[in-house]
């Protein structure tokens, strides 16, 4: 992917409504445009905008399921965006750079914002573990 393209999604990523639409498709699984709409608060139209530049940049696939269209991530891009910012990272530490802090505050500081994305995604997989041993 070229450094073009590497703008593109992350200009796709700028906008909060948009990394809030991720998150709720993370969460809930397939969504269609009218479902978006209603736990954001915003009209179908704004929805169907923000998923026109998260589908153009890659991360959101649908497909028709008769006249529902569902969108979805793709875990596949979102999986290449981080691997981007561990790639640009200066100091080749796969996004780990508490070396580069100064001092001991900043590095605390660091450290216990990297624990709670830590225990949000051992939450989320705790809950897809749950979910999925309940169905089968």
Known sequence: MDESKHAELFKALSVETR???IELLKEKGRLGVKELAEILGITPSAVSQHLKVL???GLVHSERKGYWLPYEIDEAALEHCGEMLSHV???DCKGECEEELQTVE???EFL???ERILKHKLKMLQEKIRELESNG
């Open 89 to 91: 990272c200066t100091c």
């Open 106 to 108: 900043d590095k605390l």
């Open 112 to 114: 216990k914002k990297h």
């Open 55 to 57: 589908k153009y940049a």
């Open 19 to 21: 990394i809030r639409i």
